[in-house]
């Protein structure tokens, strides 16, 4: 199946010189008014669906959100194990919510997906430059290409004295076998798919804080989003995503400590969870389950920081990569009182709460929603690219 034939694979990658949170203005018509574009962003967890409404008319405004739970089993570290479930899936979350089933944009996040820069140099003709890129990713990305849905954008561009050029490429690849299951199913569902993206992106664009000032010193932006059974970190210098890993913890994690240590069920591990807390409080007195609790929590957590740490010296290993001066966090399990302030002291890095609303305008009704920092990644799939 021709993949491009279903899904504007362009929507893989961010565009040239575009700052990861805004909302590109869209192009006028002949009346001199901004073209409207609805889209809706779909998120697909391993423990729920999300979705966002997003009008975007020159800027975002956030119309809707909406989640449903998914069955254990259904999607597990990216992958689509039972295509007909989700496809039901989908369908109730559509109906239920009354979303409209065309312009809608996925999200993918899987370690499936490679994505890497490099440099072309000497190619001025754009075919040559397609055909150098296609060569190129043979040794860029572990997938096989025969295998491969690729897509790439030129990031930057520089001319040398003599008028040779050089562009800074960004490639995405994807296994074509996951796209097709995700495709089988929201056309199952009667969902038309306007373009597929990476969670990373979509991260990226819902919660980057607004652009700094020219004289600001050029930092990283780092943000990670929380998931059920894996996180999603991206790494942006503010223009491109230059880094991304999906890191195999997730909140569940935290369930299995608390059920294991504490010698109780996975069910009233949740339970426990949606009650816990890192915070001290001298004037709280606290029997011996409630500190075990927190322990299992603290040693957990420790694990999330060295894949965290791991990561951040990964990037700062390679040339051009900036200093780091905070973390944004994300997802279902950043709500977990007093985690960023345990992250920072793990990592030694600033960590604070993300604001999934960064970038669009929502009513108070959405605005007033205690559970927005599960739907960052699905707010920023709706938000124009």
């Known amino acids: 199946m021709d993949l491009k034939k279903e899904i504007k694979l362009s929507d893989l990658v961010p565009r040239r010189k575009r700052k990861p949170g805004a909302a590109r203005a869209a192009s006028k018509p002949t009346s001199g008014r901004a073209k409207k574009r609805e889209l809706v ?112 954008h030129v990031v930057g561009e520089a001319v040398d004295e003599a008028g040779n050029v050089s562009r800074r490429i960004l490639l995405a690849a994807a296994y074509r076998e996951s796209i097709d299951r995700y495709v089988e199913a929201c056309r199952a569902a009667g969902i038309e798919l306007v373009g597929i993206d990476l969670e990373a992106f979509a991260l990226l664009r819902a919660v980057a804080p607004a652009e700094r000032s020219q004289t ?21 210098d503010g223009e491109t995503c230059e880094f991304t890993r999906v890191l195999e913890w997730g909140g569940e994690k935290l369930e299995s400590a608390i059920a294991f240590d504490l010698g109780v069920t996975p069910d009233e591990a949740h339970e426990l969870l949606l009650d816990a807390s890192l915070e001290g409080d001298p004037d709280r007195v606290e029997d011996s389950r409630q500190a075990a609790m927190r322990e299992s ?20 290993s390679q040339p051009g990569s900036l200093a780091i001066s ?49 739907l960052a990644i699905a707010i920023g799939l709706g938000v124009e690219v």
């Open 326 to 374: 905070q973390i944004l966090i994300s997802g279902g399990a950043s709500r977990l009182p007093g985690l960023p302030e345990e992250l920072e002291r793990l990592t030694r890095v600033s960590v604070r709460r993300a604001d999934p609303l960064a970038h669009v305008q929502a009513s108070d009704s959405v605005r007033s929603r205690d559970d927005l920092a599960s």
């Open 297 to 316: 929590l603290r040693r957990e957590l420790q694990k999330l920081a060295r894949e965290l740490v791991a990561s951040l010296q990964f990037y700062q």
């Open 216 to 236: 600001d010193k050029p930092v990283a932006l780092v943000a990670v989003s929380l998931g059920h059974d894996r996180s999603t970190l991206a790494i942006s």
């Open 41 to 152: 962003g779909l998120k697909v967890g391993a423990s729920q669906l999300a979705a966002s409404r997003v009008v975007n008319n020159g800027s975002a405004k956030l119309v809707g959100v909406a989640r449903l739970p998914l069955e254990r089993g259904v999607v597990v570290a990216g992958e689509v194990r039972d295509v007909p479930a989700l496809a039901r899936a989908l369908d109730k979350l559509f109906t239920d919510n009354k979303l409209p089933r065309r312009g809608v944009r996925l999200g993918l996040a899987t370690n499936r997906i490679g994505v890497r820069a490099f440099e072309i140099d000497g190619i001025a003709d754009e075919r040559q430059l397609d055909n150098a890129i296609r060569f190129r990713a043979h040794e860029a990305v572990s997938i096989p290409i025969d295998q491969a849905v690729l897509d790439y």
